[in-house]
């Protein structure tokens, strides 16, 4: 069983809006572009999966993704991350896929390594279908992962306190949901306090994006001190 993984992702324009404190639309705009670079390139990279879809409805999208190596599969109108997830999921399924590992956009610290080691956990645990494992995020209340075989097994829903719907999802199939911590994966960027422990985290991808997207951040200013808007 080698999983493939999903990742939706929406058109960059009205992007990260709860980040207009910090960015302006243009700059929200590019950073979802960034973000959406920054993960896929890192997914296709691992080692442990068969292939990498990307949903989109967005024709910008598309072309980007198939750019950076991975399948598109193609919405007739942008839906919602939850419904553009289950669309996907029944063309994956049609495919003959039984395992997906679904991880969003906005989570620019993942590497290809936290990846493989999701995979990894899957055979350290001898976990045989039917499974699921998730990834909170850094507050618990957002899943930033979820590793599901079969791709079906629970009916999903993002957004707001998703860990503890999936959570009891999971438990309503009568399986233990498996749990699994990831530093990286768990910081998705959605409020302007997600975007300053980006920033602040000393990793070289915070820098990058920081100079894309012309803001002097802790990693650059001098006496490593931030500059400028953040």
């Known amino acids: 069983m080698k999983p493939s993984a999903l990742i939706p992702v929406k058109g960059f324009s009205n992007a990260k809006q709860r980040l207009s404190p910090l960015l302006t639309a243009p700059e929200r705009e590019l950073l979802?572009?960034?973000?959406?670079?920054?993960?896929?390139?890192?997914?296709?990279?691992?080692?442990?999966?068969?292939?990498t879809f990307v949903v989109t409805g967005n024709a910008t999208v598309s072309e980007i993704a198939r750019s950076l190596g991975a399948c598109v599969i193609e919405e007739e109108?942008?839906?919602?991350?939850?419904?553009?997830?289950?669309?996907?999921?029944?063309?994956?399924?049609?495919?003959?896929?039984?395992?997906?590992?679904?991880?969003?956009?906005?989570?620019?610290?993942?590497?290809s390594q936290d990846i493989d080691l999701?995979?990894?956990?899957?055979?350290?645990?001898?976990?045989?279908?039917p499974f699921a494992l998730l990834v909170p995020s850094?507050?618990?209340?957002?899943?930033?992962?979820?590793?599901?075989?079969?791709?079906?097994?629970?009916?999903?829903?993002?957004g707001y306190d998703s860990f503890a719907y999936h959570l009891s999802a999971v438990a309503a199939q009568g399986l233990e949901p498996h749990i699994l911590e990831n530093e990286r994966i768990a910081l998705d960027i959605d409020e302007p306090q997600?975007?300053?422990?980006?920033f602040a985290t000393g990793d070289g991808k915070g820098e990058r994006i920081g100079k894309v997207l012309g803001i002097k951040t802790e990693c650059d200013a001098p006496g490593g001190r931030r500059s400028g808007s953040l």
Request: glycine share 4%; aromatic share 4%.
């Open 77 to 111: 109108r942008e839906q919602g991350e939850t419904e553009a997830v289950h669309f996907a999921l029944s063309r994956m399924k049609q495919m003959d896929v039984d395992c997906v590992l679904i991880v969003p956009a906005d989570i620019p610290l993942v590497r």
């Open 32 to 51: 979802a572009e960034v973000m959406m670079r920054e993960v896929l390139q890192e997914v296709v990279l691992a080692q442990g999966l068969e292939s």
């Open 194 to 198: 997600d975007l300053q422990r980006f």
């Open 138 to 158: 850094h507050d618990r209340l957002g899943t930033n992962a979820l590793l599901l075989s079969p791709v079906d097994i629970i009916r999903l829903r993002f």
């Open 118 to 129: 999701i995979l990894e956990h899957v055979k350290n645990q001898d976990l045989i279908p």
